[in-house]
């Protein structure tokens, strides 16, 4: 039997928008009290100590809404398939250039390829990928083209390039 290649993507899934905010900030602050101390060659400044201990504080609270999916390749003729069953639409210059209808193969490959996910302490989480690809209340843009580009990657990886199919 084949072992085939796997990959792991970070998704969120409670973006915990407003603890990014300030994690991005403190990280400015960071570099602000680094580079002060840097040009005056004076000893950091105690507040970098608040501030890291704030910061890893943060990223422990984002961590906690974020999720790890294994995506593993399919066969070669399970991609084949999957290719044929979301074929360019006819007279669409952006699935010629790729070779699928961009519309539906990103969600159809990503079903295809996840395998399992785990929370932040490693524990098992129950996938609803209808949810999570949902395209009102599902992941945000960046997450899904995340997901998508890893899975297309591994997928294509080694020379496991299918012909691009043509419109009809």
Known sequence: MVTRPTATVTITIDAHSDLV????ALRA??????????????DIDPRADEVQARLAELEQHI?????????????HGQYRNLLKNHPPKPDDEIDAKFGYDV???GAALIRAVTVNAVDHAGGLVDLDLDALLDDDEGVSPFDFE?????????????????????AS
Not at 21 to 24: D, L, N
């Open 103 to 105: 519309d539906t193969f």
């Open 146 to 166: 995340q997901w998508f580009r890893t899975a297309l990657a591994l997928q294509t990886q080694g020379g496991n390039r299918v012909p691009l199919l043509r």
């Open 63 to 75: 961590a906690e809404g974020q999720i790890h999916v294994r995506v593993r390749t399919l066969g």
């Open 29 to 42: 602050e960071e570099k602000r009290l680094a580079l002060a101390a840097a040009r005056t060659g004076d």
């Open 21 to 24: 905010a300030e994690a991005a």
